[in-house]
C-alpha cells in the first residue's frame, strides 16, 4: 500500500543500491499500485508502460513516483505547503539528496531528445546512464550498463513500438526489460515531475560554468507547484513548470572547494545571469520559434542559489524571487 501522507523517500543503504537496482524496485511497486495512483499500464513491443497522465488524470503521488525514478530514487521528495503571497502558490516541491551528481546529472537531467519518424520525448531517469552516449555522463564518468533499465518520459501521447525499440537498443537492453513512465507537463504528475528538478538545473548550470561539480556533497531545492495547463496546452504547461524553477526555486549546495572557485561562479548560477530572465517563459519560449536550443542556456537555473562551503564554514547567496512573473504565469 502506499503512505498516507503524500511523501516520497528513499533510504539508501551507502552505495549499495544503485541507481538502476533502486528504479527498477520502484517501478515495479508503482505498476502493482497503478489503480491506487491514477495510472494506466500498458505493453508496447513487450516493454512496461506506466501512464501517469495521457489516458488518465494521473495523481499527485504519480507524480511524486516520476520524480523519484528520473532521479534513480537518490532523494528525498515531498510535497509540502509554501506561502502563497510569495510563490503565487500553496505548495511547493521539496527535494533533498546526498549523491546529487548521480541523481541529478547522471538521471534526473532531461539531456536524451528521444525522436523517430512517428514519435518525439525528452527523456529522463537512469537510462541515460545505460546509453552512455551523452558528453556530460562521460566527462563525469556517470555511464553505467544494466540488464533492465527504467526512464522517464515528458510526452502528451504514448510512445510509438519505433520509440520503444530504438529506447531499448541504445541503452542495450531487451525490449522485455525496458521500464518507461510517461506524463505531458500538463498533468499533475508531469508538473511534480518537473518542478522536482530544481537542484538539477543549478548542477547543470555549475557544470556549464566549468565548475567542478564532483566536489557538491549535498544539496535541497524548493520550488512552487504551479496549476496544471488545459490538457493539449504544451506551451502553458511548460511556461508554468520552468517559471517555478525561474522564479520561484530555491537551492542549496554543501560543496567542498576553495572559496575563490565558487567566488567565480556564484552570481552566474541564478537565472537572473541570462538576458532573457524577467518574463513569463511561455513568451521568451514563443519568441525563439518555441525551440529550446534557441533559448538562452543560461536562462535554466533556479531563481535563488546558496552555498555553504564545508571547507571554509562561508555561505553565498545569490539571486531573488520575483513573485509578480509567479503570479503572471500561474494565474
Known amino acids: 500500500m502506499l503512505p498516507a501522507t503524500i511523501t516520497a523517500m528513499h533510504p539508501l543503504d551507502s552505495k549499495k543500491t544503485t541507481a538502476h537496482d533502486a528504479a527498477n524496485g520502484l517501478f515495479k511497486n508503482a505498476l502493482r499500485d497503478a489503480t491506487e495512483i491514477r495510472c494506466h499500464t500498458h505493453k508496447i513491443a513487450d516493454a512496461s508502460i506506466l501512464d501517469a497522465g495521457i489516458d488518465t488524470n494521473g495523481s499527485l503521488a504519480a507524480g511524486l513516483i516520476l520524480a523519484r525514478l528520473c532521479m534513480g530514487d537518490l532523494a528525498e521528495i515531498q510535497i509540502t505547503a509554501c506561502d502563497n503571497d510569495t510563490y503565487a502558490s500553496s505548495n511547493a516541491v521539496f527535494v533533498r539528496t546526498d549523491d546529487p551528481l548521480v541523481a541529478c546529472l547522471g538521471c534526473q537531467y532531461a539531456g536524451w531528445p528521444i525522436q523517430t519518424n512517428d514519435f518525439f520525448a525528452m527523456g529522463s531517469g537512469p537510462m541515460r546512464m545505460a546509453r552512455g552516449r551523452e558528453e556530460t555522463l562521460v566527462m563525469l564518468n556517470l555511464t553505467q550498463a544494466a540488464s533492465s533499465v527504467v526512464g522517464v518520459l515528458e510526452s502528451d501521447k504514448l510512445p510509438t513500438r519505433s520509440a520503444v525499440e530504438t529506447i531499448a537498443e541504445q541503452c542495450g537492453v531487451s525490449t522485455s526489460n525496458l521500464h518507461l513512465a510517461i506524463a505531458p507537463s500538463t498533468s499533475i504528475a508531469g508538473s511534480v515531475q518537473v518542478v522536482a528538478r530544481s537542484i538539477e538545473t543549478a548542477i547543470h548550470k555549475l557544470h556549464e560554468l566549468k565548475f567542478d561539480v564532483t566536489q557538491i556533497v ?114
Do not use: C
Open 218 to 331: 549535498s544539496a535541497t531545492g524548493h520550488a512552487p507547484l504551479p496549476p496544471p495547463a488545459k490538457p493539449g496546452d504544451t506551451t502553458t504547461g511548460i511556461g508554468r513548470t520552468n517559471d517555478a524553477m525561474l522564479y520561484g526555486a530555491t537551492v542549496t549546495l554543501w560543496i567542498d572547494a576553495d572559496d575563490g572557485a565558487i567566488d567565480g561562479v556564484a552570481s552566474k548560477v541564478p537565472s537572473e545571469s541570462s538576458p532573457d530572465h524577467g518574463r513569463p517563459f511561455a513568451d521568451v519560449f514563443k519568441e525563439y520559434d518555441y525551440d529550446f536550443y534557441k533559448v538562452d542556456p543560461m536562462l535554466f537555473s533556479p531563481a535563488v542559489v546558496v552555498i555553504h562551503n564545508l571547507r571554509s564554514g562561508k555561505t553565498w547567496r545569490t539571486g531573488r524571487l520575483k513573485t509578480d512573473v509567479l503570479i503572471q504565469s500561474f494565474t
